[in-house]
């Protein structure tokens, strides 16, 4: 009988206890795979795979994931201007889908038994990898090891002293989970209510002080150039993301509600999906009709809700899907965005589906394709329901 476990292994605390409590207390052989969904670089991929190892795994992989999940999902969020809560986007939430995707697939490659995750029994990651595992490989057996035994992080550090592993506590202290959509960042600080994260909690710190003007180009509502340079959405994200993180853009805490019913906070770092969603939304500002925003609006939040809740694969997300890629015709252009320390200002557009450029008219300026006669009779028919009601009940 097999007895491998592919371990969901991200060379954090949580993964690293997992490895010794899979390998010692339950006589199984670890396999470890971490999902790269863009948020590593080929050194730190390499530092992991070299900690799996240190750590006695029997092998290690790393599944490359990176362009599929962009076209699988962040497509969408972008085309949906997704923000949860008006705050966050989704850059664990998304990327945890398609994570558990890829490792059930490994799994099953490998002929595993097991599989395993790091989750804790309080937050939303343990929901949406058992969900995409039950869904897809119900004979499979899920091991969840630090919900099971109910382990705080000292508990971990302590377990893993035991077994030779020293654990920096200082790093220890702060959960980070890097994507190409954005990091999340959780500790103390998260725990509570009122206290902020401290300024070096966050990966990225204030490198460059001098604003600096960037341009934005969208096809279709895909990024597929930044300053004039044209490349794939991916790097698009990459390239701007480096480049937004040397003025600590994108940091923000996110408060909402959980999967499991409780309110949650956590902090996060997202340069490039904050900048994009609101050059993207400000297009779409110039190049939509006022009815198609209204219904996007709608279906954008939609789509960010069953994203956050695991219901990516609900047949009613293809057709949410299928309508935003719909509205995104004329989504075509432009946009300048001037970064700052901090912060980021979308100084507006160039778009030859531009409708500001109708000639109908300027803004509180000029009318010229209609005379104030036209709007006098329209205002009074506009009104007739109004009056019709106070004329009826007083």
């Given at each position: 009988m097999s007895n491998k476990v592919v371990l969901a292994f991200s060379g954090g605390l949580d993964t690293s206890f997992c490895v010794k409590y899979l390998k010692h207390d339950k006589n199984l052989e670890v396999h470890s795979a971490i999902v790269n969904t863009g948020g590593f670089s080929e050194e730190e991929l390499k530092a992991v795979e070299q900690k799996a190892y240190d750590l006695g795994v029997t092998s290690h992989i790393t599944l490359e994931e990176t362009k599929a999940y962009y076209e699988k999902i962040i497509k969408y969020l972008i085309f949906g201007n997704v923000l949860k809560n008006n705050t966050y986007p989704l850059s664990v939430s998304a990327e945890r889908i398609y994570q558990a995707i890829a490792l059930i697939e490994y799994a099953k490659k490998v002929d595993a038994k097991y599989i395993a995750h790091g989750s804790t029994g309080a937050g939303n990651d343990q929901v949406r990898f058992d969900l995409v595992f039950q869904l897809l490989a119900p004979e499979m057996e899920i091991i969840t090891p630090i919900r099971d035994l109910q382990l705080s992080r000292k508990d971990e550090i302590e377990y893993l002293a035991k077994h030779g592993v020293d654990v920096d506590w200082k790093k220890a202290q702060y959960s980070i989970n890097k994507g190409l959509w954005g990091t999340s960042v959780g500790g103390a600080e998260t725990l509570t209510s009122d206290k902020a994260l401290p300024s070096e909690a966050y990966p990225s710190q204030l490198k460059e002080e001098n604003p600096q003007v960037v341009t934005i180009e969208f096809e279709k509502g895909e990024p597929v150039g930044l300053n004039g340079v044209k490349s794939s959405p991916v790097e698009v994200i990459q390239k701007l993301e480096a480049l937004a993180n040397t003025y600590a853009i994108g940091r923000d805490v996110h408060v909402g509600d959980t999967i499991i019913g409780i309110k949650g906070r956590v902090g996060f770092e997202a340069a490039a999906a904050s900048i994009i969603i609101k050059a993207h939304h400000t297009l779409e500002k110039h190049t939509?009709?006022?009815?198609?925003?209204?219904?996007?609006?709608?279906?954008?939040?939609?789509?960010?809700?069953?994203?956050?809740?695991?219901?990516?694969?609900?047949?009613?997300?293809?057709?949410?899907?299928?309508?935003?890629?719909?509205?995104?015709?004329?989504?075509?252009?432009?946009?300048?965005?001037?970064?700052?320390?901090?912060?980021?200002?979308?100084?507006?557009?160039?778009?030859?589906?531009?409708?500001?450029?109708?000639?109908?008219?300027?803004?509180?300026?000029?009318?010229?394709?209609?005379?104030?006669?036209?709007?006098?009779?329209?205002?009074?028919?506009?009104?007739?329901?109004?009056?019709?009601?106070?004329?009826?009940?007083?």
């Open positions: 939509l009709s006022k009815w198609q925003l209204h219904w996007k609006e709608q279906m954008g939040s939609w789509y960010g809700m069953f994203i956050h809740e695991a219901q990516y694969f609900d047949p009613v997300m293809r057709n949410i899907e299928a309508f935003l890629t719909d509205t995104q015709e004329t989504v075509t252009g432009t946009v300048f965005v001037e970064l700052l320390p901090y912060r980021f200002t979308v100084q507006g557009i160039e778009s030859k589906h531009d409708l500001m450029k109708s000639g109908f008219g300027d803004y509180g300026e000029m009318n010229n394709k209609w005379t104030g006669d036209d709007v006098k009779g329209f205002t009074k028919i506009m009104a007739n329901s109004m009056k019709i009601f106070k004329h009826v009940n007083g």
